[in-house]
Nanobody, 121 residues
């Protein structure tokens, strides 16, 4: 059974770098045809798609984000990462790491528990 566990700083100041990681067990991140998708949910709002890194390392991200993300992976650690170089204020959200099935309309079949990131000075 695939399990995902997000890790983050909990609190970050505006304009600072935000780095998150997702440890994946029970399945390799290089297996076809899965993608590893980051989602976020601000308080009181719906889920927002951030981006994805596919089994072959290719990445795609939402063009609507206020800060451009960087999505990467470490195949040795079986881990994916998400980084925002500059976090704007009022960007508090719960971040989720998920597994998507790329050949099934990117259906998200497995979710981590999520990690809350509070943006505050």
């Amino acid at each position: 059974q695939v399990q995902l566990q997000e890790s983050g700083p909990g609190l970050v100041k505006p304009s600072q770098t935000l780095s998150l990681s997702c440890a994946i067990s029970g399945g390799s991140i290089t297996v076809k045809y899965y993608g590893w998708t980051w989602m976020r949910q601000p308080p009181g709002k719906g889920l927002e798609w951030i981006g994805v890194i596919a089994y072959d390392g290719s990445t795609f991200s939402s063009p609507s984000l206020k800060s451009r993300p960087s999505i990467s992976r470490n195949t040795s650690k079986n881990q994916v990462s998400l980084q925002f170089l500059s976090v704007p204020s009022k960007d508090t959200a719960v971040y989720y790491c998920t597994r998507g099935v790329l050949l099934s309309n990117d259906a998200l079949d497995t979710w981590g528990q999520g990690t809350l990131v509070t943006v505050s000075a």
